[in-house]
């Protein structure tokens, strides 16, 4: 993937639901002017949501979701609603297509109630505006200026939708850059990339190439090096780095190779603060004290990379826990937006960065964990902190380093 691309999670979602046959893909294929999802007049011709990135004028790059339908019966079909629900936990923006002919329904109701629980703007869809004008069928007024009545085979209205999608968009205003905020102009950043087995070759993994372009972004110097450059790249520049940011497998010769005046941290340390909960995983980490023989740890990746032989949350993490607290424990696995709703089993959850999660659905997990008292942290910040060195690592946070000396 090239630094230009957008990656997936940082697009803004869409979620498109509605009962079966209310229209969803072709109000998809209208919105899009593209025959992106498959229009049929089964119903439940969308049987699990299907995601598509791509460019939405005037918002720019999005992913688009469709979904199955909210009515769906059966076994299977309550899974498959199931499955729509689970949509939300990482939509940004919220689209519930509605059958004009028949108006709002109980599932429709619901699924408005659950848009206002969750804070997610929403947009209410009123489809086959051409077919209610033809039965002679009068239009009820709008209750809400987030309601609109389009058509998806005349395109009625379906440039205000357009519009009206792109004044949900959430803003930056609050949110954290990766690193930039941290940096001035000319600002040196040394990276240390060790080459990962799993990513193709001659490529760098998603928070690396993130990183780097936040650094460029900020005006700064971005410095790639791999960790037995690190010494002599450091010795050799002329300037301190305000920066050094590491890969968290090699931590600890990292640590050791960075002259106590330079600011160290990681990707996974940056990840955590710019789309999850920076205190909650640093706070997370220490849970590792409490582990009593027999306890379960769930090990959570947002994405379903192919696995290596010394996979990092498979293999790597679950043997330093257990040299680190010298107890007999079981592990369990969860990857993709597999994400387990119940966690009381868990004594401890060690997540991934995110990379390739949106940050509405990283800090649904995090909110997840929270909710039922189940502590959770992140790779980099547990290696960190079994490393002896999670304060260092956080200094460039001095909010959440003097927590931890109070503590």
């Not at 005046?261 to 996974?268: A, R, V």
């Not at 706070?283 to 590792?288: P, R, V």
């Not at 509405?360 to 079994?386: F, H, S």
Request: charge should be negative; aromatic fraction near 6%.
């Amino acid at each position: 993937m090239s630094l230009n691309s957008t990656p997936s999670a940082e697009r803004v979602h869409i979620g498109i639901f509605g009962k079966r046959n209310a229209g969803k893909s072709s109000v998809i294929n209208a919105i899009t002017d593209q025959d992106l999802a498959i229009v049929s007049d089964v119903k439940g011709t969308t049987t699990d949501p299907v995601s598509k990135a791509m460019e939405l004028l005037p918002l720019g790059p999005v992913m688009i979701i469709d979904t199955p339908g909210l009515d769906d019966v059966g076994e299977l079909g309550k899974m498959r609603v199931q499955k729509s629900y689970q949509v939300l936990n990482k939509t940004d923006i919220g689209i519930l297509v509605i059958d004009g002919l028949v108006g709002p329904t109980p599932q429709d109701n619901a699924l408005i109630e659950k848009f206002k629980e969750k804070k997610i703007p929403y947009i209410v869809v009123m489809n086959k505006l051409d077919l209610v004008r033809e039965k002679g069928i009068e239009l009820p007024l709008e209750d809400s200026p987030n309601t609109l009545w389009v058509s998806s085979v005349t395109k009625e209205n379906i440039y205000e939708l357009k519009e009206l999608i792109a004044k949900q968009a959430p803003t930056d205003e609050a949110k954290f850059q990766i690193v930039g905020d941290l940096l001035d102009p000319s600002d040196f950043v040394v990276l240390v990339v060790p080459i990962d087995k799993a990513a193709p070759k001659g490529r760098l993994i998603l928070p690396q190439q993130q990183t780097i372009r936040d650094i460029l972004e900020a005006d700064a110097t971005a410095i790639v090096v791999k960790e037995y450059e690190l010494r002599d790249t450091l010795a050799s520049l002329g300037k301190k780095p305000k920066l050094v940011i590491t890969d968290s497998q090699v931590f600890a010769k990292v640590s050791a190779d960075t002259p106590r005046d330079i600011l160290l941290t990681s990707f996974s340390i940056l990840f955590a603060r710019y789309k999850g909960d920076l205190e909650e995983t640093v706070k997370g980490a220490k849970a590792i004290e409490t582990l009593e023989d027999g306890d379960t740890i769930l090990l959570s990746e947002g994405c379903t990379h192919h696995r290596q032989c010394d996979d990092i949350g498979r293999v790597k993490i679950p043997r330093w826990i257990m040299q680190h607290c010298g107890k007999r424990l079981n592990f369990e696995f969860s990857s993709g937006t597999e994400f387990p709703y119940d966690l009381s089993k868990y004594k401890m959850i060690v997540h991934c960065g995110g990379c390739t999660l949106n940050a509405r659905e990283m800090k649904y997990r995090i909110k997840c964990a929270q909710d039922q008292n189940i502590p959770i942290t992140n790779y980099g910040i547990l290696i960190a902190y079994m490393q002896g060195i999670l304060h260092r690592t956080v200094e460039a946070f001095p909010h959440i380093a003097y927590l931890l000396e109070e503590e």
